[in-house]
């Protein structure tokens, strides 16, 4: 080997690993933000629902001198921060596991509608909303997780102001108020835009007052998922995030809670 190749050899070995380098700095020099409210006896789930348990089943000290706790967890597959799966209004759709990895990863786009569900509690993401966004921030990429900023996070575990009813049952069900997605909106990002997921912070992507859950039935019919009941969207810029949402991976589940955090990319 020449000087010249052992030259060239090197520059390329070190270029490699700045490279690499690189690659990883996105990650480690990143803020991590967390999308998940925890789960308690204050977790706010459908009126209909059970809300989540979570019982003593040891904690102390042992007869053996150590310290030992563990506990029982049981909940609703739709309470709290939690999945979607397809199958949930979409006979035949995905189901939790069958959610592929890369489902669950994307580029976060945020779509702040916080002054407008200020003065609405019924107030339903639209189009324009979208187009807005567009205008300012570019065409919503290819395999985007799209996240609905209504600012009802705010108002969360606060039954009454977050859902607009402390009613359980049916009656519950009847005075719920709370933004969700239009349906055509949702028919709008699924045939004009590749995205696969969205989310809100609210409990369900279709507004309170939803009789027909149409925008959850045209979102999963072709396969997308949503999260429902997110934290801290307030903290994420419009665009630059990425998603990383994993629920518990229920076999057949309809939903499941989930853990979902966000990577804020350092420009
Ligand atoms: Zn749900």
Redesign the pocket.
Known sequence: MNRVTALLIGLILIAGCAHHRDRLSVLKEGRWIDLTWSFDEQSVYWPTNIPVRHETVFEGMNDKGYYYSSFKFSAE??GGT?F?API?FAKGANSVEKVPVEQLVGEGVVVDVTAKAAVDRDYQVSIEDFQSWEEKNGRIPDGAIVLLNTGFAQYYPDKLKYTGTMLAGAAGVENLHFPGLHPDAAKWLVDQRKIKAVGLDTP?IDFGQSKDFMSHRILYARNLT?Y?NLANLNSLPAKGSWIIALPMKIRGGS?APLRIVALIVKP
Do not use: L, V, Y
């Open positions: 597959e739709h939690h979607d949930h369900s949503a429902e939903g």
